[in-house]
């Protein structure tokens, strides 16, 4: 069989056949169990040893797959994806015209493979390994770096350290020229919280308060979930809605605007919320 000069560590099978997906090269596997141990049964009865179980990340169609629960054989030549454990994915899979299309859910279609002269469904996939990759960074300013280690000293705490040789191994270094950002944060000052409103309404209807609580459990008889409230801010009266769903906040604000300003003759000319976004779902 002859696959245009393609080697067979870049070919994988579609086998409806196959029970699990395999892979027969170690380097393919991003992340890889080699404690675990299984075997697997071929058609003519032999057995193959499986040496571990992983991830793969192949190259299909210029995008990444992710393939979960590869087993790794190495007595393997030719790599084999399940059809059932695909199916089991949730993928949909489609033979149709020569061809085998998978959809994915979210993604649509991530593969489309033609069946080749003997009658063979091969996926030409290049493995994309995970590389782990550790960077190594080199702080130029010594004196910034002590300033972190020593929590946050300062500059004459660390000159003291140094002078009475306080501390082994500390280098000599001369006064930095950055800020610590850290260090400003915390060193600045908040107005304190005003115990009391500085104003006050005058009138009804002046300024109305309104406020939803959370899920209540368990729900009512009447399958009510939530209770908004609204509170007039002069004579602290406060009015009670049941409501299903949060979605109906706003709905139940316009009936209330109309009753209470209706049974007062006055309008409201205030609102104040905790701009939770109930009304505007």
């Known amino acids: 069989m002859e696959m245009n000069n393609i080697s067979n560590e870049d070919l994988w099978f579609l086998d409806s056949g196959c029970s699990n997906h395999m892979?027969?090269?170690?380097?393919?596997?991003?992340?890889?169990?080699?404690?675990?141990r299984d075997s697997v049964?071929?058609?003519?009865?032999?057995?193959?040893?499986?040496?571990?179980?992983?991830?793969?990340?192949?190259?299909?169609?210029?995008k990444t797959q992710i393939f979960t629960n590869v087993f790794f054989v190495p007595e393997l030549k030719n790599n084999?994806?399940?059809?059932?454990?695909?199916?089991?994915?949730?993928?949909?899979?489609l033979f149709q015209h020569g061809r085998c299309k998978?959809?994915?859910?979210?993604?649509?279609?991530?593969?489309?493979?033609?069946?080749?002269?003997?009658?063979?469904?091969?996926?030409?996939?290049?493995?994309?390994?995970?590389?782990?990759?550790?960077?190594?960074?080199?702080?130029?300013?010594?004196?910034?770096?002590?300033?972190?280690?020593?929590?946050?000293?300062?500059?004459?705490?660390?000159?003291?350290?140094?002078?009475k040789q306080m501390v082994n191994g500390l280098p000599l270094f001369t006064s930095s020229s950055r800020l610590c950002k850290d260090c400003l944060v915390g060193k600045q000052q908040r107005d304190p919280f005003p115990k009391k409103s500085t104003w006050k309404a005058s009138q009804i209807l002046q300024l109305m308060h309104a406020d939803i609580c959370e899920l209540i459990k368990p729900i009512s008889n009447s399958q009510k979930r939530y209770l908004l409230t609204f509170t007039d801010d002069f004579s602290r009266k406060t009015w009670v809605f049941f409501l299903a769903a949060k979605s109906e906040t706003f709905n139940a604000f316009?009936?209330?605007?109309?009753?209470?300003?209706?049974?007062?003759?006055?309008?409201?000319?205030?609102?104040?919320?905790?701009?939770?976004?109930?009304?505007?779902s």
């Open 41 to 62: 049964k071929l058609g003519n009865n032999a057995s193959m040893a499986v040496m571990g179980k992983g991830n793969v990340r192949l190259q299909v169609n210029g």
């Open 80 to 93: 084999l994806l399940s059809i059932g454990q695909l199916q089991e994915k949730g993928l949909d899979i």
């Open 23 to 36: 892979c027969g090269k170690k380097d393919y596997f991003s992340d890889l169990n080699d404690k675990f």
């Open 254 to 280: 316009k009936r209330f605007k109309v009753h209470v300003e209706k049974e007062t003759d006055t309008f409201i000319r205030g609102l104040r919320t905790d701009r939770g976004g109930e009304f505007t």
């Open 102 to 163: 998978v959809f994915h859910h979210e993604q649509g279609l991530i593969m489309d493979i033609k069946m080749s002269a003997n009658r063979m469904f091969v996926l030409h996939a290049a493995s994309h390994p995970l590389k782990i990759v550790c960077f190594n960074t080199i702080i130029e300013d010594m004196v910034q770096l002590w300033h972190c280690r020593y929590g946050h000293l300062s500059f004459t705490g660390l000159k003291t350290l140094q002078q």
